[in-house]
């Protein structure tokens, strides 16, 4: 049995090839992203103590900032040869053309001292004294940058200021490495820049043949209750969990996507072996009538499986290498903070060879378990190897309740936004769809297809019969599709959702003209009072806010506030000014507060002007109860709260001035300023949705390749189906069915089989979307569903195309034998 199970498999390579092509693919995307996340976390390990080979102990803060004086304490502890405080932040460099040099740039103290020092230069030196600073060596190179000429840089607490470039370091696959510029400067410049009131940590060096545990322990009491003493291995091992703790996160969002392609290259292979098994349906018989058993054929096949997983697994592996260096080469080339290339370990071989065998075999096991359940007699007629068995009617009737069940769940998910079930809906829905697709495939296959028996005749009728003679076939080819376009169609509804909802709240909640942002932190505490001093700029107004005692008090303009408002139930919102405050309905109700009424905030007296109702509902999880709000103009809020801080201004041009005018004036104010960015209300709306269409791109590209094996298996039912109907072919071309015609039957039959699968997963994908949409809505926001109609027509369209495409060869296959010869195939 095992010759003649080797045999067999040698006999039917061409018509599994396709099918072992789909486990190729997937098993290719198992192993390329472990590859991958191998090398990222080699490269990981080995830079995780970059900036720590010299530090035996650290003290750590806990909720406030370690405090300047306590270095001097920790430097007079016994045993301490060098101690230094650090702390990481984020500041802006100006570059040479005058302009922030791009990219959020992380800002770091540099110890002084060399026994505490470890940064690598690749120029230069490190800093010594105050008024020095050293970059990252890309930086430098691609400013022009000179060693010893000024580099002005800013950060949260002013404009930026000269300082004297000595030195380019190396940070590259280091924590401090996020595409952006690496600025380095002394302790007391640092605190200066940040504005932090102290450092994250302190930095010690142990005196040789002191012990360090002894040493740690007299650092604990010096430094006091509130800090943490931590050892060398603590530190690296800190540092080691921080440096794979994201790449471990980006390792499983890919290994997700790759395990979604291979569950549909495992529907590809079951189907294969399905067709296959009733093509081999008298061989089989044969062998019953020899003698063989049930048990001996049953496990001949699951044989053949695990030979045709094993050998697609390893051309998946070396797939996978290629696919690796594409997706290494492409984050490199999107200069995305990662380090490592890639890194091929026995147990990732092992991994994606065992991954592939086990879908390959599990896959064939039902169609397996079938094919020996013909009698052996009944097998040698022609009505037995006809492969039209129709699903059973348990099948039938528990697939119609469950994927109505799924329906309404989505339904039901779209309405009150319960994350829980819109997961539950989208996983009825789909079983539904595999158990009840063998009636809704083919029903959905007849719709689609009489347009195409109004075009192309008796060609296209030709075509729907063929597609919808084995339910179980069609249902199984269109459902591996609906999984990828199923998962495409949620992103892409979802993402169109979300622009849409972020652009509605731009329009709705921005009033002026021109907006200035903090780059990854808020706006420097100058910047707002500059522009407010600009005579051409007649609206300045900084976004700030303050939760105190149990309700949100907000800066406002009074040009602007009222953009944001509903109604009035009470006063007249124009009456906002200095002393004077806006009361929300549900504050005013919860305090007895009304027009006129004194109240009382931050311990200073004001009067309520209004009583005003909001269009904004207040998110999960937001820091008071909705409504709990109180608006004040900036003059009192900034009285208030002088060291609050927001990271938006609103800036509109004064009256009589032109909009040309009014940015030249804002440029001259932020380009004192390397940590904000100036835009207009179409740059901030791109901004912020420009996050969603990279994450669209990359997570398409991902579901891509499942996309693709669900055509592959398009192509591979179309294959097996040819070599199943070579005589019936022969007759038809025998009695006037040209050549031209054969190709457009099989690319009819194609694109119906796409298409059905393309409908069904984009209305799933749309019907998961709703759900996702109405729970982030729940959440906060003006999100509801928008069908992005352009893509999904391209969707369609792509599926149509690689349908095509995929019929050409089964069409030449057709088409290549001698129709006296096909006359006479078995």
Do not use: C
Not at 382 to 402: E, F, H, I, N
Not at 682 to 704: E, P
Not at 788 to 798: D, E, K, S, Y
């Amino acid at each position: 049995m095992i010759r003649l199970t080797l045999r067999s498999l040698r006999a039917d390579a061409v018509r599994l090839l396709l099918s072992s092509l789909a486990i190729v693919l997937g098993v290719a995307f198992v192993a390329g992203t472990l590859m991958v996340t191998d090398g990222m976390r080699a490269g990981a390990y080995d830079r995780a103590g970059a900036f720590d080979r010299h530090t035996d102990l650290g003290v750590y803060a806990g909720a406030d900032p370690l405090p300047p004086a306590l270095v001097d304490r920790v430097r007079a502890v016994d045993g301490v040869t060098a101690a230094e405080g650090e702390l990481t932040g984020s500041g802006g460099v100006v570059g040479s053309d005058g302009r922030p040099v791009l990219g959020y740039a992380v800002l770091a103290s540099i110890p002084t001292d060399p026994a505490l020092r470890s940064y690598d230069l690749a120029a230069g030196r490190l800093p010594d004294r105050p008024g020095e600073v050293v970059l990252d060596a890309p930086t430098v190179r691609e400013e022009g940058f000179a060693l010893g000429a000024p580099v002005r840089v800013g950060g949260a607490t002013g404009a930026a200021r000269a300082y004297t470039l000595v030195g380019a370091v190396d940070v590259a696959g280091t924590s401090r490495d996020v595409g952006g510029p690496f600025i380095g400067l002394v302790g007391a410049d640092a605190l200066a820049v940040t504005g932090e009131r102290g450092y994250g940590r302190i930095m010690v060096a142990v005196a040789r043949g002191t012990s360090r545990e002894a040493v740690a322990e007299r650092l604990a009491g010096a430094a006091g209750g509130g800090t943490t003493v931590k050892n060398r291995q603590q530190i690296l091992d800190d540092a080691v969990d921080d440096a794979v703790r994201d790449l471990e996160q980006f390792g499983m969002v890919l290994l997700t996507f790759a395990g979604v392609a291979v569950v549909v290259a495992g529907f590809v292979i079951a189907n294969t072996f399905a067709i296959v098994l009733a093509q081999r349906t008298r061989r089989t018989a044969l062998l019953r009538l020899v003698g063989a058993t049930r048990g001996q054929v049953f496990r001949a096949t699951l044989l053949e499986s695990a030979v045709l997983g094993l050998a697609a697994s390893a051309l998946g592996v070396l797939a996978g290498a290629g696919l690796a260096a594409g997706l290494a080469a492409a984050l490199s080339a999107l200069e995305l903070p990662v380090s490592g290339g890639v890194t091929l370990t026995g147990s990732t071989v092992l991994l994606a060879v065992a991954v592939g065998t086990v879908i390959t075999v599990a896959a064939a096991f039902v169609p397996a378990w079938q094919g020996t359940r013909v009698a052996p007699v009944a097998a040698l007629t022609d009505a037995a190897v006809q492969v039209t068995r129709r699903a059973g009617r348990v099948r039938l009737v528990v697939g119609a309740l469950v994927f109505a069940a799924g329906v309404a769940a989505l339904a039901v998910a779209a309405g009150v936004g319960q994350i829980v079930l819109v997961a539950l809906g989208g996983v009825l829905t789909f079983s539904g769809i595999v158990l009840y697709g063998p009636v809704l495939v083919p029903a959905l296959v007849r719709l689609l297809g009489a347009p195409a028996r109004l075009l192309f005749g008796a060609t296209a009728g030709l075509a729907v019969a063929n597609a919808v003679r084995n339910p179980r076939r069609v249902s199984a080819t269109a459902t591996a599709l609906v999984i990828g376009i199923g998962l495409v169609s949620a992103f892409v509804v979802g993402a169109g959702s979300v622009k849409v909802g972020i652009e509605r709240a731009v329009d709705a909640q921005i009033g002026v003209d021109y907006l200035v942002t903090g780059i990854g932190g808020d706006l420097p505490a100058p910047l707002a009072g500059e522009l407010a001093a600009r005579p051409e700029l007649g609206v300045v107004h900084e976004q700030r806010s303050r939760v105190v005692d149990g309700l949100e008090v907000r800066a406002a303009h009074p040009a602007l506030v009222a953009r944001t408002l509903t109604g009035t139930v009470a006063g007249d919102s124009r009456g906002l000014g200095p002393g004077a405050v806006l009361v929300h309905r549900q504050l005013a109700e919860a305090r007895g507060w009304s027009v006129g009424s004194p109240v009382t905030l931050a311990g200073r007296s004001f009067r309520v002007a209004a009583v005003v109702t909001a269009d904004e509902a207040a998110p999960a999880g937001a820091r008071v109860p909705e409504g709990h709000v109180v608006d004040m103009v900036d003059t009192d809020f900034v009285r208030l709260f002088p060291t609050e801080r927001g990271f938006l201004a609103e800036v509109d041009p004064a009256d009589g001035v032109s909009a040309g005018q009014a940015r030249a004036a804002i440029e001259t104010v932020v380009a004192r300023y390397p940590t904000v960015n100036l835009m207009d209300q179409a740059a901030y709306k791109k901004m912020l949705t420009g996050t969603v269409d990279m994450l669209l791109a990359f997570v398409t590209a991902l579901l891509g390749l499942a996309v693709v094996i669900a055509l592959v298996g398009v192509a591979n039912t179309l294959s097996l189906s040819v070599v199943e109907r070579t005589r019936e072919n022969a007759v038809l071309r025998a009695v006037g069915l040209t050549r031209g015609r054969m190709r457009a039957m099989l690319a009819v039959e194609a694109v119906l089989m796409a298409l059905v699968g393309a409908v069904l997963g984009m209305a799933l994908g749309t019907g998961v979307s709703a759900g996702a949409m109405a729970f982030v809505a729940k959440i906060g926001g003006d999100f509801t569903l928008v069908l992005p109609w352009g893509r999904l027509t391209l969707i369609l369209a792509v599926a149509v195309l690689a349908a095509l495409l995929a019929s050409v060869l089964p069409a030449r296959r057709a088409l290549g034998r001698p129709v006296v010869e096909a006359l006479g195939a078995e």
